[in-house]
């Protein structure tokens, strides 16, 4: 079992940046693929970024090249570094743990649950 919790959702103003963080707990994380997902109101939740367990990395093409999404297993915390907000990018961002390197919120078995993330214009 995978605990996560995530931190660093704010107000912030568009063009701004922020780093959001989850912290993990229970199973060693270096074993599972981690993801980013949010999730707009009146909106499905939607794939932001995901890293694999050795690394490889990819993203959501709303994000791709203004979001970083990076993993420290020595700390158990995954980041998401997002630069140049936009009002869009406003959400409830959660993060995910699964054993697939996967962009389907599906395949994830672990989540936590949520921080806010409101990007005014």
């Known amino acids: 079992q995978v605990q996560l919790v995530e931190s660093g959702g704010v107000l912030v103003q568009a063009g701004g940046s922020l780093r959001l963080s989850c912290a993990t707990s229970?199973?060693?994380?270096?074993?599972?693929?981690m993801g980013w997902f949010r999730q707009a109101p009146g909106k499905e939740r939607e794939f932001v970024a995901a890293?694999?367990?050795?690394?490889?990395?990819t993203y959501a093409d709303s994000v791709k090249g203004r979001c970083t999404i990076s993993r420290d297993n020595a700390k158990s915390t995954l980041y998401l570094q997002m630069n140049s907000l936009k009002p869009e990018d406003t959400a409830v961002y959660s993060c995910?743990?699964?054993?697939?390197?996967?962009?389907?919120?599906?395949?994830?078995?672990?989540w936590g649950q949520g921080t806010q993330v409101t990007v005014s214009s």
């Open positions: 995910a743990a699964g054993l697939s390197f996967t962009l389907n919120q599906y395949r994830y078995s672990h």
């Open positions: 890293v694999s367990q050795s690394g490889g990395k």
């Open positions: 229970g199973r060693t994380v270096s074993m599972y693929a």
